[in-house]
């Protein structure tokens, strides 16, 4: 890949050409002309000849794809960049390689008076139990860690660490020996995400705002909180992205609303909406999620946090202040609450005044029939994370271990969702399953459970307009005159239509229907290497040697 540059300053107009462009508005488009934060043209190698002269750069694409970039609809980017720098046990498959990566970290930081990690899944060690509070003492020598689930909704700490929560033993979800949750769980992370200082959280952020960018991704929504992360964590993370050359980041702060007031302080915080994580329910993996019938591995159905009343006060208030709504829900009894919660604010404020509102509803694993039907009415756009599946599908998964295998293989109905016409947002919730957007295309377009599986073409269009659709970006996510100039280049080998349903597959590599191809995605197929990732126009990231 090669470039011009003429004038002696920052390119203004760029030419693109030699490649393949993925765009609506020419299904055969191999060039691409940018003016400033936008594009400007789309179409043939042929007719970009005309504008060769007049340009300020041109870029030869040496046959690469362009892409809109991704945008990933749920992540934690503080987390997620502590995990890249830090202790990170995702994928560690033993309690004894997980105390010996402890006992490695704990020796590589003798300076740091807290130790944060992430990532434990004991779901199918070999010791078949997590670790010890002992155990871990030992390992940390003795200083204070905390050590979160995969699933962030719970957490193992040390002696040392719950001796600096005082009253932490009689809060709601603590219980001596086991995994902390709830109320026990989030004392014991503020404790130890108050240890950061602004030098290391300023390095986590800027790694994951970098990592993200190396893989394509120019829009992150931060899903932030009382119960996840401070305000100064969120109003940081939001500073900095404004001022760095790296993806956008869209805030949400998920705090109840039930006044002007409530609103206007959300608002301050620079946040789009009292959205992202407002814990309805917990999680699947730390049995925290609120299910209608008890767990098929535990005596009990998880809990709601909030419900249908507290679920509508925030849903119509919200509204009335013109703010996005939206909470975390995963469980069918969680889902059901919101549902209904939202019906009842519609009753209160108007069904159009809802729809219009964009309100939003995170990971949605467990929806029925009517669960779906009324995300539809009331334009509920579904932020969900195909990794979900990948990593804890299938009838041997961590899903079936929870709820058995006939309750789990409902799970994440992408089909059904799309097909009712609800909005879709793809994204990771990162740190819990790392970045990486074809992954997540390739997860649902190949789900576990084969009549939940969506087209590639649908599963990229969720990872790209869809995630800015969610935040009131109608023309961005697509590569059209006119359109935010964000999108990557690829390195990639054939380009294809897969979809579940051979017939439409068939239909849609006809050259009559007009379909732009994608990457093949199959399961071991390699997936396309991100070259560049351009944000309004901005090269925010360009891989080496390129």
Same mark, same amino acid.
């Given at each position: 890949?090669?470039?011009?540059?003429?004038?002696?300053?920052?390119?203004?107009?760029?030419?693109?050409?030699?490649?393949?462009?993925?765009?609506?508005?020419?299904?055969?488009?191999?060039?691409?002309?940018?003016?400033?934060?936008?594009?400007?043209?789309v179409g043939?190698?042929s007719a970009?000849?005309?504008?060769?002269?007049?340009?300020?750069?041109?870029?030869?694409l040496?046959?690469?794809l362009?892409t809109p970039s991704?945008t990933d609809?749920?992540?934690?980017?503080?987390?997620?960049?502590l995990?890249?720098t830090?202790?990170?046990?995702t994928?560690?498959?033993?309690?004894?390689d997980a105390?010996?990566?402890?006992?490695d970290?704990?020796?590589?930081?003798?300076?740091?008076?807290?130790?944060?990690?992430?990532?434990?899944?004991?779901?199918?060690w070999?010791?078949?139990?997590?670790?010890?509070?002992?155990?871990?003492?030992?390992?940390?020598?003795g200083?204070p860690l905390?050590?979160?689930?995969?699933?962030?909704?719970?957490?193992?700490?040390?002696?040392?660490?719950?001796?600096?929560?005082?009253?932490?033993?009689?809060?709601?979800?603590?219980?001596?020996?086991?995994?902390?949750?709830r109320?026990?769980?989030h004392?014991?992370r503020?404790?130890?995400?108050a240890?950061l200082?602004?030098?290391?959280?300023?390095?986590?952020?800027?790694?994951?705002?970098?990592?993200?960018?190396?893989?394509?991704?120019?829009?992150?929504?931060?899903?932030?909180?009382?119960?996840?992360?401070?305000?100064?964590?969120?109003?940081?993370?939001?500073?900095?992205?404004?001022?760095?050359?790296?993806p956008r980041?869209?805030?949400?702060?998920?705090?109840?609303?039930?006044?002007?007031?409530?609103?206007?302080?959300?608002?301050e915080?620079?946040?789009?909406?009292?959205?992202?994580?407002?814990?309805?329910?917990?999680?699947?993996?730390?049995?925290?999620?609120?299910?209608?019938?008890p767990?098929?591995?535990?005596?009990?159905?998880?809990?709601?946090?909030?419900?249908?009343?507290?679920?509508a006060?925030?849903?119509?208030?919200?509204?009335?202040?013109?703010?996005?709504?939206?909470?975390?829900?995963?469980?069918?009894?969680?889902?059901?609450?919101?549902?209904?919660?939202?019906?009842?604010? $519609?009753?209160?404020? +108007? /069904?159009?005044?809802?729809? @219009? &509102? !964009?309100h939003?509803? *995170?990971? #949605?694993?467990?929806?029925?029939?009517?669960v779906?039907?009324?995300?539809?009415?009331?334009?509920?756009?579904?932020?969900?994370?195909?990794?979900?599946? $990948?990593a804890?599908? +299938? /009838?041997?998964?961590?899903? @079936? &271990? !929870?709820?058995?295998? *006939?309750? #789990?293989?409902?799970?994440?109905?992408?089909?059904?969702?799309?097909?009712?016409?609800?909005?879709?947002?793809f994204?990771?919730?990162?740190?819990?399953?790392?970045?990486?957007?074809?992954?997540?295309?390739?997860? @649902? &377009?190949?789900?576990?459970?084969?009549?939940?599986?969506?087209?590639?073409?649908?599963?990229?269009?969720a990872?790209?307009?869809?995630?800015r659709r969610?935040?009131?970006?109608?023309?961005?996510?697509?590569l059209?005159?006119?359109a935010?100039?964000?999108? @990557?280049l690829?390195?990639?080998?054939?380009?294809?239509?897969?979809a579940?349903?051979?017939?439409?597959?068939n239909?849609?590599?006809?050259?009559?229907?007009?379909?732009?191809?994608?990457?093949?995605?199959?399961?071991?197929?390699?997936?396309?290497?991100?070259?560049?990732?351009?944000?309004?126009?901005?090269?925010?990231?360009?891989?080496?040697?390129?």
């Amino acid at each position: 890949m090669s470039e011009r540059t003429a004038h002696g300053h920052e390119p203004r107009t760029v030419l693109l050409r030699g490649g393949e462009v993925h765009s609506p508005a020419d299904p055969f488009a191999t060039a691409m002309v940018t003016q400033g934060g936008s594009i400007a043209w789309v179409g043939s190698e042929s007719a970009a000849d005309s504008f060769a002269d007049g340009v300020d750069e041109t870029v030869h694409l040496d046959g690469a794809l362009v892409t809109p970039s991704f945008t990933d609809a749920h992540v934690h980017t503080t987390a997620t960049g502590l995990a890249l720098t830090g202790l990170d046990l995702t994928g560690v498959q033993s309690l004894r390689d997980a105390l010996a990566r402890i006992r490695d970290y704990a020796a590589s930081r003798p300076g740091d008076r807290m130790l944060l990690g992430h990532g434990w899944d004991a779901t199918h060690w070999p010791e078949g139990r997590h670790p010890a509070r002992a155990e871990l003492d030992e390992a940390a020598g003795g200083r204070p860690l905390y050590l979160s689930r995969t699933d962030v909704h719970s957490a193992l700490v040390t002696t040392a660490l719950l001796e600096l929560v005082p009253g932490v033993a009689q809060l709601t979800g603590f219980a001596d020996g086991e995994p902390l949750t709830r109320d026990a769980h989030h004392a014991v992370r503020d404790r130890a995400h108050a240890s950061l200082t602004p030098e290391r959280r300023a390095e986590a952020q800027r790694a994951a705002l970098g990592h993200a960018a190396s893989l394509g991704i120019g829009d992150l929504h931060e899903c932030a909180g009382p119960g996840i992360s401070g305000e100064d964590d969120f109003t940081a993370l939001l500073s900095l992205a404004a001022d760095a050359n790296g993806p956008r980041v869209h805030g949400y702060w998920a705090e109840p609303v039930t006044s002007p007031a409530d609103a206007a302080r959300i608002r301050e915080l620079g946040a789009l909406g009292a959205a992202g994580d407002l814990f309805a329910d917990g999680s699947l993996g730390s049995r925290t999620a609120h299910l209608k019938a008890p767990y098929a591995d535990a005596p009990h159905n998880g809990g709601g946090y909030l419900d249908a009343d507290a679920i509508a006060a925030h849903v119509a208030a919200c509204t009335e202040a013109g703010l996005q709504a939206g909470f975390h829900a995963i469980g069918d009894a969680a889902l059901t609450a919101v549902a209904e919660g939202v019906r009842a604010a $519609a009753d209160r404020v +108007g /069904t159009d005044r809802v729809r @219009a &509102a !964009r309100h939003r509803v *995170e990971h #949605a694993e467990m929806p029925d029939a009517e669960v779906i039907a009324a995300f539809a009415e009331f334009a509920l756009t579904a932020s969900v994370q195909p990794g979900f599946d $990948a990593a804890w599908g +299938g /009838t041997e998964g961590m899903y @079936a &271990a !929870r709820l058995g295998a *006939e309750r #789990a293989a409902g799970l994440n109905p992408y089909a059904a969702l799309q097909r009712a016409g609800v909005p879709l947002a793809f994204g990771s919730d990162s740190p819990v399953i790392p970045l990486g957007p074809w992954e997540a295309v390739r997860a @649902a &377009a190949f789900h576990r459970t084969p009549e939940h599986r969506i087209s590639v073409r649908g599963g990229f269009t969720a990872h790209t307009r869809g995630g800015r659709r969610a935040v009131g970006s109608d023309d961005g996510g697509v590569l059209v005159p006119g359109a935010p100039a964000d999108y @990557a280049l690829w390195r990639t080998g054939e380009l294809l239509v897969q979809a579940p349903d051979l017939r439409v597959a068939n239909w849609s590599t006809d050259p009559r229907s007009g379909t732009p191809g994608l990457p093949d995605l199959t399961p071991g197929a390699q997936l396309p290497l991100c070259l560049r990732t351009v944000v309004a126009g901005r090269t925010v990231y360009e891989r080496p040697n390129e």
